[in-house]
């Protein structure tokens, strides 16, 4: 079982030192569930600093230290695996975050716990600076692992540890402006971000706005080389629907409809491209019958007939935890329909829908759970459960490793199949900043009636964009 997170999980406090040219040496407690231990690593750098620093330099940089344990272990609580990308972004997005305060976050933010204030740009850059330190020091006397931030060993290759040297040297404004590209890194990764980025940080150059993602021949061989329909139909949707994996965790069997039903849905039936509807996974009504509108709420339908609560409701510590984050909805049944960005993608999703269905059928999965996504190879207590995330982000790596990608470098990662989505939306198609936002549910929806004629002019758009997508059939 995970440990559960108590905040704050580090603390420091001064311990008197006798016969030494300082008076007391600070160090670091670490919180458990059920104990406190001293953080080794911490008390080596202080004892290590003890030699040339004075105690007020000793103490800067251990409080400095301290909050980043503090921080890290909340803003990475609902994200199972971290690789060097995450972990180097995650001290920018600490500096961000430090400058801004979390005082005035939504009550629910995985960070209001801080109840930080804003500090001075000045002053966060020297946590940054402070944080830097730490990583340079294990990386000299630790090997550059590190138990202390998490209960999982990280390390930081030395790759990156020299691009966070460069950027501790570099201007003020070149600074704010790797701020600014990690917390539009962050706004997709993670469900609690819920920042705007502050106009000082926003940088200039439109360039520096760009996020790596994976390429579409990348994209092309992970697809390719997927033999597991469950996680080949994750990938095509991630990178040609432009949905979250945690959102397609949530879908269940009767999620999966033929395009007919998309004029009763949605007023329109302008594209003949399968159904995959986002229902959303507590509030929805929509539970298999089209006909009914009034029925129970996908919550209550859990809990009435499999005793189980939506995906989205179980602790962050939970690995069947799958996110929901505020998507746009529509209509009587509180859905979204998939606006596919290439048809024959969308062609190939049918067809991994239809080796799952069979599955399902095969196996009676309905009578334990109405889940869609399931994990259909494994040979042990999960066969025929729900995936987990964590499962899903191993299969990545996986799936990577077999088209000779390395996973987590240059947005490698599952997130950037959204981040190439909005790539392929606008670079590729053409579309503008409207329709992307209605194809990734980013849009507030203020009036049905306009939504609902959105929604018919952008399928109608993507239906005559199709076309410009024929080079995947090669490999799709």
Request: charged fraction near 25%; charge should be positive.
């Amino acid at each position: 079982m995970a440990e559960l997170l108590v905040y704050p999980s580090a603390i420091k406090i001064d311990l008197p030192v006798k016969n030494s040219v300082i008076d007391f040496l600070p160090i670091v407690l670490i919180e458990g569930a059920n104990n406190v231990t001293v953080s080794e690593e911490a008390l080596m750098w202080a004892r290590y600093m003890s030699h040339g620093y004075s105690v007020t330099g000793i103490d800067v940089r251990i409080s400095a230290l301290t909050r980043f344990i503090n921080f890290y272990n909340l803003w990475t609580s609902d994200l199972h695996e971290i690789g060097p990308e995450e972990q180097t972004n995650t001290i920018l997005i600490f500096t961000h975050f430090r400058i801004n305060g979390t005082i005035s976050l939504d009550k629910y933010h995985v960070l209001k716990a801080l109840n930080w204030r804003p500090v001075k740009k000045e002053t966060a850059r020297q946590d940054f600076n402070y944080i830097l330190e730490f990583f340079f020091f294990s990386e000299q006397n630790l090997d550059g692992v590190l138990r202390t931030i998490s209960k999982e060993a990280l390390h930081f290759p030395t790759d990156y540890k020299k691009k966070m040297e460069v950027l501790k040297h570099s201007t003020q404004s070149e600074f704010l402006s790797h701020i600014s590209n990690s917390a539009r890194y962050w706004e997709d990764l993670r469900d609690a971000y819920q920042y705007r980025v502050p106009r000082w940080a926003r940088p200039s150059n439109s360039k520096s706005l760009l996020r790596p993602f994976p390429t579409l021949e990348e994209i092309k061989e992970i697809i390719s080389a997927e033999k597991n329909p469950a996680f080949k139909a994750l990938w095509i949707a991630g990178a040609f629907g432009s949905h979250r994996i945690s959102e397609q965790l949530n879908c269940w069997q009767c999620d999966i409809l033929p395009p007919s039903s998309r004029e009763f849905l949605f007023g329109n039936n302008s594209t003949d491209s399968i159904v995959y509807l986002m229902a959303h996974p507590s509030e929805s009504t929509y539970i298999g019958d089209l006909t009914k509108s009034l029925g129970p709420t996908r919550e209550q339908y859990l809990k009435d007939k499999y005793r189980l609560i939506p995906r989205n409701h179980y602790p962050k510590t939970d690995n069947r935890r799958a996110g929901w984050k505020a998507k746009s909805l529509f209509g009587k049944f509180s859905t979204a329909d998939t606006f596919w960005l290439n048809s024959s993608a969308a062609k190939l999703f049918e067809a991994c829908t239809e080796e799952i269905h069979s599955f399902h059928l095969k196996n009676k999965t309905s009578k334990n759970h109405p889940y869609f996504f399931v994990n259909m190879l494994s040979r042990d207590e999960n066969f025929s459960n729900p995936i987990q995330l964590k499962r899903v982000e191993r299969a990545w790596v996986n799936a990577c490793k077999r088209a000779g990608i390395t996973p987590y470098r240059n947005g490698r990662n599952i997130h950037g199949l959204r981040h190439f989505a909005k790539h392929y939306a606008s670079n590729v198609l053409g579309l503008n900043a409207r329709e992307i936002q209605l194809i990734r549910g980013d849009t507030s929806i203020d009036s049905q009636n306009d939504y609902g004629r959105d929604i018919v002019s952008l399928n109608s758009t993507l239906k005559t964009f199709h076309t410009k997508g024929a080079n995947l059939d090669e490999i799709l």
